[in-house]
């Protein structure tokens, strides 16, 4: 692992565990055991850094879902993938770094809305990253409907923001409601879409 790659990985770490307000350049830089003019090297400022942990958590979960959801060969498959890795959803820093040593105290939603507050650049980059997962849903939507495996009548537009919404929904419900077993009710939700796009 390079130099970069330590920096925004401990970045990383650091604004779940911290928040982005409380996260400083210094700290970082103790965290991965260089100084504070090393990561200048690589990043001009906090915001840039930010931007670079957005490009890492982008691609990797890019990587994470091809590796989990690329061999779905029907909808119906790629749907109950999606819903039985709601739980992954949910603890996806460990996806990125592995098993946390330490807690995390703020979600990818938090850390993700506090940083666009601050930079409306970064709001269009998780924006952008919204729309991919909504087309590439929408695509599979209507794919699955031209080979008649769904029903003929209904939006495919609609339907992948719909099964986005719940997907992201439930991971901002269970994060904040520790009641909700998500092993429990994801196979139910996903019973419930299939039904409603079943011929």
């Known amino acids: 692992m390079d130099t970069k790659e330590k920096i925004v990985k401990a970045a990383l770490r650091l604004f779940l565990q911290n928040g982005y307000e409380k996260t400083s350049l210094n700290h970082i830089a103790r965290e991965v055991g260089i100084t504070k003019p090393a990561i200048y090297h690589h990043f001009k400022n906090k915001d840039e850094l930010f931007h670079g942990v957005l490009s890492f958590f982008f691609e990797e979960m890019g990587k994470w879902s091809k590796s989990r959801f690329g061999s779905c060969k029907t909808l119906k498959d790629l749907l109950k993938a999606f819903f039985q890795s709601l739980e992954s959803f949910k603890e ?34 998780i924006e952008g990253g919204f729309l991919l997962t909504r087309k590439f849903l ?32 439930t991971g901002l419900i269970s994060y904040l409601d520790k009641s909700v077993n998500i092993e429990k009710i994801s196979e139910q939700m996903f019973n419930n879409i299939w039904k409603m796009l079943m011929k």
Do not use: M, W
Request: glycine share 8%.
């Open 138 to 169: 929408k695509d599979r939507l209507l794919k699955a409907q031209k080979g008649g495996e769904i029903r003929g009548d209904i939006n495919c537009e609609i339907y992948a923001f719909q099964i986005h919404a719940l997907i992201e929904g």
């Open 92 to 125: 996806v820093a460990d996806v990125l770094l592995g098993k946390q040593k330490r807690k995390t105290t703020y979600s990818f939603l938090e850390l993700f809305l506090t940083a666009s507050k601050k930079d409306p650049t970064i709001q269009k980059r």
